[in-house]
């Protein structure tokens, strides 16, 4: 045989080896050492990483080294070669409730890069990061203290900020805190605001002046007067850059600092940003039993559209006249109702026992004019009052609006008129729309047909439905 020969021939009885000595989790039988299998494995998985609905091969030999391992060997694995069974290892130790605070700190000296897999999202990061993830939540003091003094020497992993944004720090802490704000680290400005120190707004002030967002988000956890004019000089564009979730609290944080700073943040701000901060304004002043509230709640109303339901009530009850004038408004343009159904209903609600039948042409028009979000509290409120020429606008969007969501919502509403010629319409209607429906759509429009079926007379003209 030649050398190259043998040399494949030695590489076929590898493999055969390796095959037989290390199952894949696939493979893996119930009581077998999951050790092996888990460092064949390339990734730290959930119970499920597919739409399957079966579990992660990863997961169940995961599941057996914690149900059966001693806590030494658990421990001794946490220094095993692989960097997977590693991680697994320590993933097993809390959820045993075993794995202290010195067992993480060491942990964070772990950089192997290990593969994640949650559902179908997969993610790379270092063990010492997955780690801490899985212990963060089930940290309290002193130990927590003990880790993010740790965390704070080491500017490599994420761990480091996620523990500054979400933990309060130690007095004894706070020397490094200021350091790191300085230098802008993640997470230390939000740190730094929660001692809540006359002497720390200079620094906020200014990284809030040079557009860092996790300044601004730094001035909800300390709303100190004196970083107001800063907040006065943040300019949209800046805001821009926030996350979504960073860009609520930094609005609701705003609102801690009163009623005052309305004119100074709403007005100048795009409309997704004034959204936000008039919502965080009525989280403030809904509440506030001063009189001077009423007309700030107004204005945010009638200048920028946006209401909810526990401030119109309120509203209502102190000037009724003006809040039922802003409300018609409101109904002339879709664009200032709010998103949702059930604050819409009440507002329909309250305007149509306000203003009865001269009110209702205000209502027809709405649903007119209404795009599919808010057509299916108009179409109901529109019904329930039998409003003139409601059933036309909905016999015409019925027919001609594309949303398959809109024509069940009219369809549905024309049932409570009490009308032949509209009941014929209907029937007709229906059956036309079904022909091009699907799913869900194609089996609501069939019990709108029942419906009109059980209430069939023979003088109205309708064809059996089959």
């Not at 694995?77 to 605070?101: G, I």
């Not at 089930?138 to 900020?161: C, F, I, T, W, Y």
């Not at 809904?286 to 700030?296: F, H, L, T, V």
């Not at 020429?389 to 609006?401: F, K, P, Q």
């Amino acid at each position: 045989m030649s050398i190259a020969g043998m040399v494949v021939l030695r590489r076929l009885l590898f493999a055969i080896v390796a095959l037989t000595v290390v199952p894949s989790p696939a493979q893996a039988v119930e009581g077998a050492d999951p050790v092996p299998i888990l460092a064949w494995w390339r990734s730290v998985d959930s119970q499920y990483t597919s739409i399957d609905g079966e579990e992660s091969p990863g997961w169940k030999a995961f599941v057996e080294l914690r149900d059966t391992a001693s806590s030494d060997r658990l421990r001794w694995l946490l220094h095993h070669t692989s960097p997977v069974v590693r991680a697994y290892a320590f993933r097993a130790l809390v959820a045993r409730s075993e794995a202290t605070p010195e067992d993480l700190i060491e942990r964070l000296d772990d950089r192997a890069i290990v593969r994640t897999r949650s559902g179908c999202v997969g993610r790379q990061r270092f063990g010492a990061d997955d780690s801490f993830a899985a212990m963060a939540f089930h940290l309290e003091d002193p130990g927590r203290q003990q880790v993010l003094e740790a965390l704070l020497s080491k500017p490599e992993l994420s761990s480091r900020g996620f523990a500054l944004r979400e933990w309060t720090p130690a007095p004894a802490l706070r020397g490094s805190v200021v350091e790191h704000a300085r230098m802008r680290s993640s997470g230390a400005l939000i740190a730094l605001a929660r001692y809540r120190r006359s002497e720390d707004t200079a620094l906020l002030a200014t990284a809030i002046a040079e557009g860092n967002r996790e300044a601004l988000v730094a001035a909800t956890v300390f709303p100190h007067p004196a970083l107001l004019p800063a907040l006065r000089e943040a300019r949209a564009r800046r805001l821009h850059a926030v996350e979504p979730q960073d860009l609520y609290a930094f609005h609701t944080g705003l609102a801690l600092f009163g009623p005052q700073t309305l004119e100074a943040f709403v007005a100048r701000l795009d409309t997704v940003h004034r959204r936000r901060r008039a919502f965080a304004m009525f989280g403030t002043l809904r509440e506030d039993p001063d009189p001077a509230a009423i007309p700030k709640l107004f204005r945010i109303w009638e200048d920028h559209g946006l209401i909810d339901c526990a401030v119109f009530e309120r509203l209502v009850g102190s000037d009724p006249d003006r809040a039922l004038d802003a409300l018609e408004h409101a109904l002339s343009d879709v664009n200032r109702l709010p998103d949702s159904e059930p604050c819409l209903a009440a507002l329909l609600r309250t305007w149509s026992d306000a203003r009865g039948v001269s009110g209702q042409g205000v209502l027809v028009d709405a649903l007119t004019a209404s795009d599919s979000e808010h057509f299916v509290v108009l179409a109901a409120e529109a019904a329930s009052v039998q409003a003139a020429g409601s059933a036309e606008v909905l016999l015409d969007r019925l027919r001609r609006d594309p949303s398959p969501g809109v024509a069940v919502a009219a369809a549905t509403a024309l049932l409570a008129y009490d009308d032949d010629e509209v009941r014929r319409r209907l029937a007709i209607g229906v059956r036309r729309r079904i022909r091009g429906a699907r799913g869900r759509t194609r089996a609501e429009l069939y019990a709108v047909l029942r419906s009109l079926r059980d209430r069939e007379q023979p003088d109205r003209g309708l064809a059996p439905f089959r």
